[in-house]
């Protein structure tokens, strides 16, 4: 299995600029998680989805923020427009749907994201 | 205050056991974790406990639970170079749709 997949892997942007973030989750699984990690607040929950619908999404910082799964193997987050205070690593992660499964929540490798 | 509390740095040296500790406020967690992340790279799931054990074993790894006081440590033996990185301890509430709840993190150096 290829695990959680994401791009890109760095992002370079500026202020005010429009960034999507792209996640491909396990196949079979059917729980998406985005999470943001940073020096200040560690790991954060933004927001996520059972069966590609939006469960919880209390964590995403504001409006400039948003997120979709139109399919069970893809995720988008977007941010517009952003901030230097939104340069974190975005992590998504995904978790399987059966037995055991469903308690093994499995992490891609990030997007480094820097706004300037 | 937080909900799960770790410790911020572990030194050991090569060879010697680590321990890394945790401790969490809900008693409601039904199953405790413990991520792997190295420098650059996401987080690795290296194990997980069911709230009704007391010790799970796997290879090098050992986790201990203690329910009644709300503490979780990972143990892991012959620590290696490779073991140095940062490690989460996470949780999660039913109640909460198994969402995890992780900690801080702690970073190991392992010195050879």
């Known amino acids: 299995d290829a695990g959680v997949i994401q791009s890109p892997r760095h992002e370079v942007t500026e202020m005010g600029q429009e960034v999507t973030l792209r996640c491909k989750p396990i196949?079979?699984?059917?729980?998406l998680f985005w999470y943001r990690q940073t020096m200040m607040r560690g790991l954060e929950l933004l927001i996520y989805?059972?069966?590609?619908?939006?469960?919880?999404d209390s964590g995403m910082p504001e409006d400039r923020f948003s997120a979709k799964m139109p399919n069970a193997s893809f995720s988008t987050l977007k941010i517009q427009p952003s901030e230097p205070r939104d340069s974190a690593v975005y992590f998504c992660?995904?978790?399987?749907?059966?037995?055991?499964?469903?308690?093994?929540?499995?992490f891609g490798p990030g997007t480094r994201l820097t706004v300037t | 205050g937080e909900d799960v509390e770790q410790s911020l740095f572990l030194s050991v040296r090569e060879g010697d056991s680590s321990v890394i500790n945790c401790t969490y406020t809900?008693?409601?967690?039904?199953?405790l974790y413990w991520y792997k992340q190295e420098p650059g790279a996401g987080l690795q799931l290296l194990t997980y406990?069911?709230?009704?054990?007391d010790m799970k074993q796997d290879q090098r790894l050992t986790v201990l639970l203690n329910k009644k006081d709300k503490h979780l440590s990972l143990r892991i033996a012959d620590t290696q170079t490779g073991d140095s990185a940062i490690y989460f301890c996470?949780?999660?509430?039913?109640?909460?749709?198994?969402?995890?709840?992780f900690g801080g993190g702690t970073r190991v150096l392992v010195k050879p």
């Open positions: 992660a995904s978790r399987g749907g059966t037995g055991t499964g469903v308690y093994e929540q499995y």
């Open positions: 196949s079979g699984h059917n729980s």
């Open positions: 989805f059972n069966n590609n619908v939006p469960i919880d």
């Open positions: 809900d008693s409601s967690s039904t199953y």
């Open positions: 406990i069911f709230s009704n054990m």
């Open positions: 996470a949780e999660t509430l039913q109640a909460a749709g198994n969402k995890l709840t």
